[in-house]
């Protein structure tokens, strides 16, 4: 079975711009959380969707969003960016809502410059 | 916000027993603890989870106190390839809660 993998896997950005990161989770799985992780702070959450609905948020900003279609492949997508976005983010994902063991993708690699 | 500790590096000899501890005060009675490892340039791995009593996988085996407000993670012979950051995660109100980890170095 295939794992969770996540496109691009690096990405280099300007300030002020826009980027859409894409993840498709193992086949069966419904549910695909999103993880930012920097050296400074580590691994936080940032939103999980089930079934293409919203379930839980993180706390950042607007600027981060997300959105689940129907074939349960998930996007999050960061605008205006700024210097401190620059990070590895994750994609999870699990065959039911968070509290199932998750499976994390290899991560996309952001650089804000 | 449950949160957990972890000591943020720890050493062991290879092939002898790891336990890695966790503390986790302001757990809630329904919130899972969970383990999960990230070895370099890897996204996290799932390693073992729990509610009240001990649990044992072919990774590892978890023991968690009566009190639940501490577990212990134990790997029962420690390989090089057990090298990786652990970390030690309250399940709360469907979120997951990373610590910061235990930097696990292992010694040949």
């Known amino acids: 079975k295939a794992g969770v993998t996540q496109t691009p896997r690096y990405l280099i950005k300007t300030r002020g711009q826009q980027v859409t990161l894409s993840c498709s989770p193992i086949s069966g799985h419904r549910s695909v959380s999103w993880y930012q992780q920097t050296p400074g702070q580590g691994l936080q959450f940032l939103f999980e969707y089930f079934s293409e609905t919203q379930r839980n948020k993180g706390n950042f900003p607007g600027r981060f969003s997300g959105r689940q279609f129907s074939n349960s492949r998930s996007e999050m997508n960061v605008s205006t960016l700024e210097l401190g976005d620059s990070a590895l983010y994750l994609c999870?994902?699990?065959?039911?809502?968070?509290?199932?063991?998750?499976?994390f993708g290899p991560g996309t690699r952001l650089t804000v410059t | 916000d449950a949160k957990t500790t972890q000591p943020n590096s720890m050493e062991s000899n290879e092939e002898e027993p790891v336990h890695l501890p966790c503390n986790h005060s302001?757990?809630?009675?329904?919130?899972?603890i969970h383990w999960y490892r990230q070895l370099p340039s890897q996204g996290p791995e799932y390693v073992i989870h729990?509610?009240?009593s001990n649990v044992n996988n072919r990774m590892a085996s978890l023991a968690i106190a009566e009190d639940r407000k501490s577990s212990t993670l134990i790997l029962h012979r420690a390989t090089l390839r057990d090298a990786a950051v652990y970390y030690c995660i309250s399940n709360t109100g469907n979120q997951f809660y990373f610590g910061t980890g235990t930097s696990l170095t292992v010694i040949p």
């Open positions: 302001t757990i809630s009675g329904t919130d899972y």
């Open positions: 999870a994902s699990s065959r039911g809502p968070q509290g199932y063991e998750q499976y």
């Open positions: 729990g509610l009240t």
